[in-house]
């Protein structure tokens, strides 16, 4: 496993980190999820990353039990603070009130004393942004968070945040969650040049697009059995990656992945890893043996003439 800077900071995260989204009741039964997390520990990865609104704090609990046997300075654990966790005026949002509770309810549900990365899940337009700051700051000297980060915020909204902490001496912003994989690449433009300019890494989430950029699904044939494309629910978040187009060029791109001796999955992830103010990518899992391959993404180096050709795939 490699490791990489977050943004301009001196802490170091693993290439490939494991998301908890897919952790639920059902998973933690059988101590699957618990054996998910073992089996990234093991590889390498020190990257953890999870939400209050995941379940509905059940994936916090199960991850911080997942890694309560291991030593807290090995591993590098972030959760997100934003969506709603009650039905009151105050139980959503980036208020101070909101923040600073939901902070010590992370800690409680996760078992630990401090969280390494805390992240604004999403943008609040209702709280002033100063408000916002200053309470991650504040988080950051009571010790409770060690790096403070956001997730899906634009190029705009990350602008305005390193100017205003910057004019408060504030602690800055050290990384963004963005959506990022082969066919959603909204974030080159203008994110990934702000975040290079102001040391803002990135820790990119469904970098697989939801596992079709794993090519377990053919163009022409029906979804597997089994697949979270099969299941009708998950299936109508699944959007545009699902369409014909789009399998068609997972079919393409097998070629460059056979060629390179790897499989489509770790091609699509070291394809994100090109790109140096990436910091991690962040992988679900709902078996052990699914990180077993995609942590061999890490180290591999594409030429030149591969990534053309995935360009010239992509943009067909």
Known sequence: MKYRRLGKTGLKVSEIGLGSWLIDERTSEGNNAEAIVDRAYELGINFFDSANSYSKGTAEVVLGKALNKYPRHSYVLATKVFLPMGGGPNDKGLSRKHIMEQCDASLKRLGVEYI???????????????????????????????????????????????????????????????????????????????????????????????????????PGTAFPKGSRASNQKANMYMGYVLKEKQLQKVEKLKGIAERNEISVAQLALAWILRLQNISSCIIGASRADQVNENVKASGVKLCTEDLQEIKLILDY
């Open 116 to 218: 390494d990365l805390y992240q604004c899940h999403r943008y609040d337009p209702e709280t002033p942004l100063e408000e916002t700051l200053r309470a991650l700051d504040d988080l950051v000297s009571q010790g409770k968070i060690l790096y403070a980060g956001v997730s899906e915020w634009s190029a705009d909204q990350l602008y305005d945040a390193v100017c205003l902490s910057k004019k408060l001496n504030l602690h800055q912003i050290a990384s963004n969650q963005p959506y990022y994989n082969m066919f959603h690449r909204n974030i080159e433009k203008e994110i990934i040049p702000l975040s290079e300019q102001k040391g803002i890494g990135q820790v990119v989430y469904s970098p697989l697009a939801q596992g079709v950029l794993t090519g377990k699904y053919k």
